[in-house]
């Protein structure tokens, strides 16, 4: 999958794309602006790319003193750009 995939996959109905972990749901449901949904899922992803998306999260969220605490775990530098060239940075590392 790409990015653009991904993002066409946010911008129709239904449900994530079976194929994507923990992390990736969790930002396929902050594309879907469900913020709760995502947050839920990025803390239960349990590694290191949960870690970095929970931060990302927090960033959102205006918490950055909790993004920090979360960048430094998942082993991320703090991202300075926007909100959405992170999101789509974060997806495409990913996707890989």
């Keep these: 999958m790409t990015l653009d995939d991904f993002k066409k996959s946010v911008a129709n109905d239904g ?41 990302y999260l927090h960033r959102v969220e205006g918490d950055i003193s909790n993004a920090s605490y979360w960048y ?5 530098p703090r991202y300075e750009g926007s909100l959405k060239a992170e999101w789509a940075s974060i997806v495409d590392v990913l996707l890989g």
């Design 72 to 76: 430094h775990r998942s082993g991320k």
């Design 15 to 55: 449900s994530p794309p079976a194929d994507l972990n923990g992390a990736l749901k969790a930002l396929w449901y902050d594309g879907k602006g469900d913020w709760e949904r995502a947050h839920v899922m990025a803390q239960s992803a349990g590694n290191s790319e949960g870690d970095w998306v929970h931060a």
